[in-house]
């Protein structure tokens, strides 16, 4: 079935590199996504990966996509106290919709 | 200029009534969704939309029924509200099914 792990919590010190970890089980995603959520916020969607491709960098982000063990990861350079948020990996779902991970804390350490 | 917009922002009610969330885009989206996030921020689909087919996330309990006046709207209708349908519902919509989607900025439902 479907099913998208993460871990719940990562703490880093304000400007270090965060590295938020993800697996996946679908492999017929054409997409796999990256959002952010701040409190009391709305989804905002951060980045996405197609499929086919490896890796992929926005200014400071850069998401890798390793699809034989079917893990995805999103690096955010010079983390900042801004970067606060829980972030959720996302894969295609059932229902047409997305299936999301329980969501990874990102706790910034001045 | 709001992409996805969600209301009301804010939903307090008591339990047994029936209650409705309107959502809207204007981004000329085909495919809209609703989202469950519970209280340990856990999100679920619930529904999709995309010409004139739903698809139902087979957990939904037919109390919840989403209606689709035109392709900009998906409104969520929910009946004789539960305790445990208090949950941060969300928006969101899609150019096409399995493209990247866009959230609304939730609607808080609190069940007295």
């Known amino acids: 079935g479907e099913?998208?792990?993460?871990?719940?919590?990562?703490?880093v010190r304000e400007g270090d590199s965060s590295v938020i970890n993800c697996t996946y089980t679908d492999s017929s995603s054409t997409y796999l996504y990256w959002y952010k959520q701040e409190p009391g916020a709305g989804l905002q969607?951060?980045?996405y990966i197609f499929s086919n491709m490896d890796m992929k960098q926005d200014q400071r982000l850069t998401v890798l996509l390793n699809k034989k063990d079917k893990h995805l990861s999103l690096r955010i350079a010079d983390t900042q106290t801004g970067d606060s948020a829980i972030?959720?990996?996302?894969e295609r779902g059932g229902a047409d919709g997305l299936?999301?991970?329980?969501?990874?804390?990102?706790i910034i350490q001045p | 200029d709001t992409a996805v917009s969600q209301t009301p922002k804010y939903l307090v009610t008591q339990m047994g009534n029936d209650k409705s969330i309107k959502c809207e885009q204007n981004l000329g989206h085909d495919t809209m969704y609703w989202y469950k996030q519970d209280s340990k921020k856990f999100l679920k689909i619930?529904?999709?939309?995309?010409?004139?087919?739903?698809?139902?996330?087979?957990?939904?309990?037919?109390?919840?029924?989403?209606?689709?006046p035109d392709k900009?709207?998906?409104?969520?209708?929910?009946?004789?509200?539960?305790?445990?349908?208090?949950?941060?519902?969300?928006?969101?919509?899609?150019?096409?099914?399995?493209?990247?989607?866009?959230?609304?900025?939730?609607?808080?439902?609190?069940?007295?």
């Open chain 1, 3 to 11: 099913d998208v792990e993460q871990s719940l919590f990562l703490s």
């Open chain 1, 45 to 47: 969607l951060l980045t």
């Open chain 1, 87 to 90: 972030y959720f990996c996302a």
């Open chain 1, 99 to 106: 299936t999301f991970g329980k969501g990874t804390h990102l």
């Open chain 2, 46 to 68: 619930m529904f999709s939309y995309n010409n004139k087919e739903l698809i139902i996330n087979e957990t939904v309990p037919n109390r919840f029924s989403p209606k689709s």
């Open chain 2, 72 to 112: 900009a709207h998906l409104n969520l209708h929910i009946n004789s509200l539960e305790l445990g349908d208090s949950a941060v519902y969300f928006c969101a919509s899609s150019p096409a099914p399995q493209q990247p989607q866009h959230f609304g900025d939730g609607t808080r439902l609190s069940i007295l």
